[in-house]
Structure formats: structure tokens, C-alpha cells
């Protein structure tokens, strides 16, 4: 596949710098034994497609050797290291790099003289080295068995067709010559794991299975888990993937310990982030190591603080002011929306008590140091035992942090013993790992534009890419439970619709996989553009909720848009609600049942993802019923990419009104007009709320569940926004969990305040 032989016929020529200035002898492909690259010389060989090339470079006055991306790809100041030998190792000004005539790849360092890496290939009768056209660094034994490989080996990053088998790793590069804390390692049970040190586990990908066997990364733009059959049976899809435009990618553990997805954009020659694995920063274990509280500015990026101590410089350290032996007692200061942890040692003790007793947990404890409260109904208190701390701090955050301090007027911070710690680990911002989003913004909308022009000019590819598609259809892959994103072509779509035949809503269309497993396909506009539609799916297809319907996948072809979702055997609840015989199955409990998963979906949505998602377009068109009637959200997060005339955009406020006018088509099986809505709101002020209940479903109706979901909806139909409740507010009534009062009339009937205030008489409030 990668044309080997073909390789093996270049030989070796002069190759100049895209400067133009200097020329440096190469070698192109084949790396017979004997080559030599060395500092001194700054000359390197190159992939035969000139994308790669592996040479010395300079890192903080020492040398290292690795493969980059060439400069005739990629201009020097944006090229990334993709593979360095021995990751983190530098050597002096006169060391060199040798495939030597024993056919072992070894990197001599001229500061201490000796070898300070090696490939452990001597008596593997290797005959050459290539450095492929995809990056990776091969010694081959005859003319294709592969001895030793870079991709095998390494470092922070990952390039497209590079798999990481079990056991491998990544390790973020290191910062002021520490190495780095922060790993990516796949384990024996197929999952991917971003540790810090050996002991955090702090981001985990999908569940345990030993049916995995490694990682990749595909050119694409998709992470998978694969398994023994090379199937994928995770994946991850970065904002962009498929993008033809993008012509690199790849994946990288960088030093801050997110793992982020960058693509290289011609058009605008940077690199951008288009996933990440830690949505929010600030979640990263020990992001700020040393260095403080992790906490977000007023543009949005992460930076480091310090509450504890006035921060006189920049880089000093954040200690608890607390030094575990202070000799005239000591007081608790409190943090709100702070939580701090321990790292050395990341060990916490854990107990379940209020905030007062935590406070006194640790007051009366010498070694305490400082405490979290988990103020989100855990009640947990974390006793912190050293004075090396971590943590973030948002707004967000309920958890309050109290920490220890000395009431000696005369203490001070200790000097730190001469160890790793005395160089913090995270000193500065580094500006490359801060998501900058109006960049991205400004980024985006250029892309586009030249995307659009370039898409103009590539209907053919596309055309061939659908040819190939259908032939190597994806869905033939698709086993009966495999959790597998798939991406259909148009002509499978019309395949497993039966040429759209069985509409079951509005651009809604039946269609069975393979597997005969039943999905649902979403028409969507074929003129929204490909690069939002497809940024939308992936940011569908990262929420995941048991009230959302999941999408199973997409088809993104020119002049074709659709959606391709789980299937919910019972139809929309508009469809219930209007047949009779559904509508009897609907019983109060059901129905309640329903309110309350609605409302847990759409919380989750604008509180429960790393950002705020609205759902710009619920109705009980948008909410299907499952096999027991459990009801689920679907065509979430689409405000971006549809506009429909009820899609005034995405606000939490429109999606509170939208619910408050769902609750009153539940309850009373209407469609919610205006005039329903203000009847059924009349009804319930004249104390007549049980008139407003659908009278033809089974069983009776709780009146106090009645009482409060009445008074919770017209409290969402508020036309002063700022009035409606929350959708978190709104779950926690719903569950009876917190008390409603009676709401005052409700204006969002659309119609000026004045006239409502007639039409609909007396106010309710006593
Ligand atoms: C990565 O794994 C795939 C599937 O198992 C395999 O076909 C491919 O050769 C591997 N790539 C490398 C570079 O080893």
C-alpha cells in the first residue's frame, strides 16, 4: 500500500531548502547503512513525497533528532516534531545520528560521549532505512520486512495510519527539562487512558472490553478502537473530519495533558485544534501544577492563580500556607467555587459530612492542611494532608474549599528541598494549547470561504469518492451491537430506506441496517455548508444522554444532508398524542414520566456538556417514545445548521418556553396554541387545573404532580425571560424536589402584555 518497492529505485541527490539559499545534501527514500546526519552539517533526509523529514533541531541550546513535517510542506515556524529518538533527549552541539553498517539506528551525544540512543537493531540484519511518505521511520530487513519502526515507538504524537497497541504510550514532551507527568496509555482492556504519573487515571475512553487491541488514527480525521478483526468499536470524530481541505492531521498528548486532534489548514497556514479529549481545561489533573488554581480569564483560556499567598512573581510556587507544624494554632480561610486536591501525594481521604464538621475535620487535624467541600448533594469532604495543591476554581463549581493557615505573624514559606518540584512543572501559558475561540471563529469563516472555492473544483473527487464508497460500503462492517459511528454514501441511504419509502415525520424517514437494526433518517437542507454540517454532528455526536436519542451517523455528499438516528419504535409524542389508541397507553404516570425526561435532556444539554447546547426547536415533534414510552430528545444541537421559522436561534430561555408549552400538551393532550395555552392557563387560575387534563387516557391523576406541573410551565411560558426558571430548577420541581409558588399570568402567548392582561382577567396572585 505504501509502495515500498517503488521506493527503493531513488538515489541519492541534492535537495535545496525552500529558502533557496543553502543547499544540503539528502538522501531521498532509501537510507542505505553507513548515512550519517550531524548537527554541524544540519542536513536531513526527506520522504519521497517530501511531506516528512528527519534531522537535528534545537531545543533550549541542546540538540535533538526527529521527524517533522518538511518545510516544503509546512513553513519552520509551524512544523511539529511528529517522532523524537528517545522523546525527551538532548545532546551537544557536535553529536550525529547513524544508521551504521550493523544496521542499528544510534544517536551519539558529543557533550558526554556516548551513545545516548540506540534502536537495538544490530543483529537484525537490517538492510536500509526508509522514512515513508506517512512519516514513519522503517528498517527493513531484504527489501519490505520491517525490523523497527518509529511508529512503534512514540513519543507525544500520533500521525494518521499509526495505531498504539496495548501496553504503548504517549508522553507529553517535557517542560524545563522535567519530564512530563502527563501519558496516554492504552491498557490491557482496550481502553485509552490519560494518566498522570502512574497513579491518576484522569480521562478514560469508552468501556473495558478485551476485545480491543489498539488505537488509530485515521487520515480522515476519526480516533478508533479497533478490534481483533480490525473493526472499529469506539471512535471519536474531530470538527472537521473528512474535510478534504485538511491535508495533515494528527494527535497529539501536548505538555498542558489534554490529548488534542490538530489539522493543518492550508488556507490559513496554522494549525487548529478540532478535538479534545478534556473539554475544559481547568479538568486536566494538576494543569496548574504547582502553580496555582486553574481558572479561566476573560477571554476564555486557562491560567494559573494563586488565592493562597500574594503572587509577588509570576512563576512562584502555590503552597498552602500551612506548614503542618504551626506552633500558635491556625485558622481556616474559605474559597467558594474552589476545589483543591493534593499531588504530592494525590492521595485524599474522603468522608461524608457537612460543611461545618469538614471545616472542623480538619482544623482539628495537625496534618490537614486544607479541605473541599463537594457542595452537589455528595456531601464529601476532602482531607488534604500535604502542602502541594492543585485544583481550579469557576463559578460553576459548587464545592467550597477551606484552607489552612498559620496564625504565626511570622510564617513564611518554606524553601523547597532541591528536587523536580523546585521547576514547576506548568510555568507560563503556553498561547499554542489556549483554544482562542474568536480565532477559531475568524479561522473558520476564512476556511470556509476558500473551501467553498475549492469545493467547486473537486464535484469529481467527490463524485469518485461515492463510487468507492459503495464499494467498499462501510456498512457491511456493522455488527448486530457494535457501538460504530457510520458514515453512509447517498446510494446506501436509498438502500436502506427503500428509496425513501416509509416517511414517519417531516424529512423523517424509516431505514434498516444491515443488521436489521432500525434507524431513523433526518432530511436535512442539502445547501448547509459541509464544514458546519459535519462540525455539527460531531458536536451531536459528543453529548450523550439516556433522554437523547443517539445519533447513529451521517451522510455528507454534495447535494446530500441526512442524519441517521436510533430508531424509537413508538413515533414521535405528537404522533401519540393524536392517535387515539396511543393516547389511551399515555396514562398520567407515563406522561409525567415523560415531562421529567425532557427536562433532565434539555438540562444536560444547556448545563451537563462542556458548553451549552440549546436545543432551539423543541417541540413534541422532536421527542420520541421508546419501547416502554420512555421518551427521548431528538434533533438537538442543530440550531447552527437548520432554520426552521420556529428556530429563532439557540437560547435557554426560548428551550424553557418551548418546555413550559410541551408540559401543557402532555397534560392536556392539545396542541398547544395560543388560545390552548391561555385556556388551559384560565382553567388552572380558576382553580380548575383538573378540567385541563386529556380525559382519554387510563387511570387517574395525581392532583398535587398536577398542581405543580402547571404552575412550573406557566412559570417557563414567562414572556420576561429573566423570569423562567431554569431547566435545572425546573428538573428539581418536577421531581418534587423543590417547591414551585403559583405563577404570576404568563405573556409569552405572543401577544402584547396589554391585551393578555384583558383577555385573560383576574391575576392569581393572592
Ligand atoms: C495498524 O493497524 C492496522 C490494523 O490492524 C494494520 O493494518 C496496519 O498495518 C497497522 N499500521 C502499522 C503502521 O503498523
Known amino acids: 500500500m505504501l509502495g515500498t518497492d517503488r521506493l527503493f529505485f531513488h538515489i541519492p541527490f ?73 522523546a525527551d533527549l538532548t545532546v551537544g552541539d557536535k553529536s550525529h545520528f547513524q544508521l551504521t553498517k550493523s544496521g542499528e539506528l544510534v544517536l551519539f551525544d558529543s557533550s558526554r560521549g556516548v551513545i545516548a540512543w540506540d534502536s537495538n537493531t544490530t543483529n537484525s540484519s537490517v538492510a536500509s532505512a526508509i522514512l515513508r511518505d506517512d512519516g514513519n521511520l522503517v528498517l527493513l530487513k531484504g527489501n519490505k520486512d520491517i525490523v523497527w519502526q518509529s511508529f512503534d515507538n512514540p513519543s507525544d504524537t500520533l500521525l494518521p495510519g499509526q495505531n498504539l497497541s496495548a501496553s504503548r504510550m504517549l508522553r507529553a514532551a517535557s517542560r524545563n527539562s522535567v519530564s512530563s507527568y502527563y501519558s496516554l496509555y492504552m491498557d490491557a482492556l482496550g481502553q485509552l487512558q490519560l494518566k498522570w504519573e502512574t497513579s491518576v487515571i484522569y480521562w478514560t475512553s469508552g468501556n473495558p472490553s478485551e476485545s480491543r487491541v489498539q488505537a488509530t488514527l485515521r487520515s480522515d480525521g476519526t480516533i478508533h478502537l479497533l478490534d481483533q478483526n480490525s473493526r ?50 481547568c479538568n486536566v489533573f494538576a494543569t496548574c501544577g504547582l502553580c496555582g488554581i486553574c481558572v479561566f480569564n476573560v477571554s476564555g483560556s486557562p491560567v494559573c492563580k494563586c488565592p493562597f499567598t500574594p503572587m509577588s512573581e509570576p512563576n512562584s510556587k502555590c503552597l498552602v500556607p500551612y506548614r503542618q507544624d504551626c506552633k500558635s494554632g491556625s485558622s481556616m480561610d474559605m474559597y467558594e ?99 482562542c475561540v474568536p480565532c477559531l471563529v475568524a479561522v473558520a469563516v476564512g476556511t470556509f470561504i476558500t473551501f467553498f472555492v475549492i469545493q467547486l473544483g473537486i464535484g469529481l473527487y467527490f463524485y469518485r469518492k461515492r463510487i468507492t464508497l459503495r464499494k467498499n460500503a462501510a456498512l457491511t462492517h456493522v455488527g448486530p451491537n457494535a457501538d460504530v459511528f457510520i458514515m453512509l454514501s447517498f446510494a446506501e441511504l436509498e438502500s436502506i430506506t427503500e428509496n425513501f419509502r416509509h416517511q414517519i415525520g417531516p424529512n423523517m424517514y424509516k431505514g434498516m441496517l444491515p443488521n ?59 404522533k401519540c398524542l393524536d392517535d387515539a389508541k396511543m393516547c389511551k397507553r399515555l396514562t398520567w404516570r407515563k406522561r409525567m414520566d415523560a ?51 420556529s428556530n429563532s436561534g439557540g437560547s435557554a430561555g426560548k428551550d424553557v418556553q418551548d418546555f413550559g408549552k410541551m408540559v401543557v400538551a402532555l397534560v392536556s393532550g392539545r396542541h398547544t396554541t395560543n388560545d390552548a395555552l391561555k385556556w388551559a392557563y384560565q382553567k388552572w387560575a380558576g382553580a380548575q387545573a383538573a378540567e385541563v387534563v386529556d380525559k382519554r387516557f387510563q387511570g387517574g391523576v395525581d392532583l398535587d404532580e398536577l398542581e405543580r406541573a402547571m404552575r412550573i410551565a406557566f412559570w417557563c411560558l414567562q414572556f420576561d425571560e429573566r423570569m423562567r426558571p431554569s431547566m435545572g430548577e425546573v428538573v428539581k420541581v418536577l421531581e418534587g424536589a423543590l417547591a414551585v409558588d403559583p405563577s404570576p399570568p404568563p405573556f409569552a402567548l405572543e401577544t402584547p402584555p396589554g391585551e393578555e392582561e384583558e383577555s385573560l382577567g383576574s391575576d392569581p396572585e393572592p
Not at 242 to 263: A, E, M, T
Not at 391 to 417: E, M, T, Y
Not at 553 to 570: D, I, M, P, Q, T
Open 516 to 574: 436489521n437494526r432500525p434507524v431513523a433518517v433526518k432530511a436535512l437542507n442539502a445547501t448547509i455548508e459541509e464544514r458546519k454540517f459535519r462540525r455539527a454532528v460531531s458536536e451531536v455526536r459528543s453529548v450523550s444522554h439516556k433522554n437523547l436519542v443517539k445519533l447513529e451517523g451521517y451522510c455528507c455528499e454534495s447535494g446530500h444532508r441526512y442524519l441517521v438516528y436510533e430508531f424509537a419504535r413508538n413515533g414521535s409524542l405528537r
Open 337 to 435: 467555587h474552589t476545589f483543591v486536591y493534593g499531588i504530592y501525594p494525590p492521595n485524599e481521604t474522603i468522608v461524608r459530612s457537612s460543611l461545618e464538621r469538614c471545616k472542623r475535620l480538619c482544623q482539628e487535624d495537625p496534618l490537614c492542611t486544607a479541605a473541599t467541600f463537594t457542595n452537589d448533594g455528595t456531601a464529601e469532604c476532602r482531607i488534604t494532608k500535604t502542602q502541594y495543591i492543585s485544583g481550579q476554581s469557576d463559578p460553576s463549581l459548587g464545592s467550597i474549599s477551606l484552607v489552612k493557615r498559620c496564625s504565626d505573624p511570622i510564617a513564611v514559606l518554606p524553601v523547597l528541598p532541591k528536587s523536580p518540584l523546585s521547576s514547576p512543572p506548568y510555568t507560563a501559558q503556553e498561547g499554542s494549547h489556549n483554544l
Open 232 to 281: 472499529s468499536v469506539w471512535s471519536v470524530l474531530g470538527g472537521d473530519h473528512h474535510d478534504p481541505d485538511v491535508k495533515f492531521r494528527i494527535l497529539r498528548l501536548d505538555v498542558d495533558g489534554n490529548l488534542r486532534l490538530y489539522s493543518w489548514v492550508q488556507s490559513s497556514t496554522s494549525w487548529i485544534s478540532v478535538w479534545q479529549a478534556i473539554s475544559n481545561q
Open 595 to 645: 415531562c421529567l425526561a425532557v427536562a433532565r435532556a434539555i438540562s444536560y444539554l444547556h448545563a451537563g456538556c462542556r458548553e451549552f447546547v440549546s436545543h432551539g426547536n423543541l417541540k413534541c415533534e422532536n421527542v420520541v417514545l421508546d419501547d416502554d414510552l420512555e421518551a427521548k430528545v431528538s434533533e438537538f444541537g442543530l440550531g447552527g445548521v437548520i432554520s426552521e421559522p
Open 14 to 86: 541534492l535537495l535545496c531548502t525552500s529558502l533557496g539559499f543553502f543547499c544540503f545534501p539528502v538522501v531521498i527514500s532509501q537510507i542505505p547503512l553507513g548515512s550519517r546526519l550531524s548537527v554541524e552539517e544540519n542536513n536531513y533526509w526527506v520522504s519521497s513525497n517530501g511531506d516528512f523529514a528527519i534531522g537535528f533541531f534545537n531545543r533550549s541550546n541542546q540538540y535533538s533528532v526527529g521527524v517533522r513535517f518538511s518545510s516544503r510542506s509546512i513553513p519552520v515556524s509551524k512544523q511539529k516534531f511528529v517522532w523524537v529518538a528517545g
